[in-house]
């Protein structure tokens, strides 16, 4: 059996190197959390601005960024470019988009409504968004017509406010 000789001063470094240890990890698993929270709340706050209804709440959006940050996040092309886009809006250097007034945003995301990152965000938000059930009836979708003969037998023709063909206005 061998014997290891450790001075005082080499034992309260060691025990000073391990304390510290789960702080260091610590502060950067909570930069990765804080990183993820920001994408998370920029991508929100771009879905508003691009699907602006008084009714859907801030967490509904924050949803939706979610679920789209999830399906994306297998690609890193496609983290990577969203990512890049997020930059772009937050390039203002005045606050992250998603702190920034609802003008300011919209003023933003105008500028850079031809990104590939946006195009991609705006079709499958759109999916997103409206294929929720609770959102059919604050747009007036009634669902789908199918099952019960199309929309020649349901509700097509149930345009009260406009003249009947041939009357006379």
Known sequence: MTSVSMTRRGAVRSIALAATIPFACG??????V???DRRTA???ALLRVAFPHGRLTPDFYRGVAETY???IAAKPAAIAEHDRGLAL????HIAPFADLPAVIQKGLVEKI????FFKA????????????RSVWKM???????LEYGGYHDRGFDDIDWLPRAGARA
Do not use: F, H
């Open 34 to 36: 804080a990183a993820a």
């Open 121 to 132: 965000i705006l079709w499958r938000g759109a999916e997103l968004i409206y294929r929720d």
């Open 69 to 71: 940050l999830r399906e």
């Open 42 to 44: 920029a991508t929100a």
């Open 89 to 92: 809006l937050d390039g203002s």
């Open 27 to 32: 502060g950067a698993i909570g930069a990765t």
């Open 113 to 116: 409504d031809q990104e590939p």
């Open 139 to 145: 747009v007036g979708y009634e669902g789908s017509s």
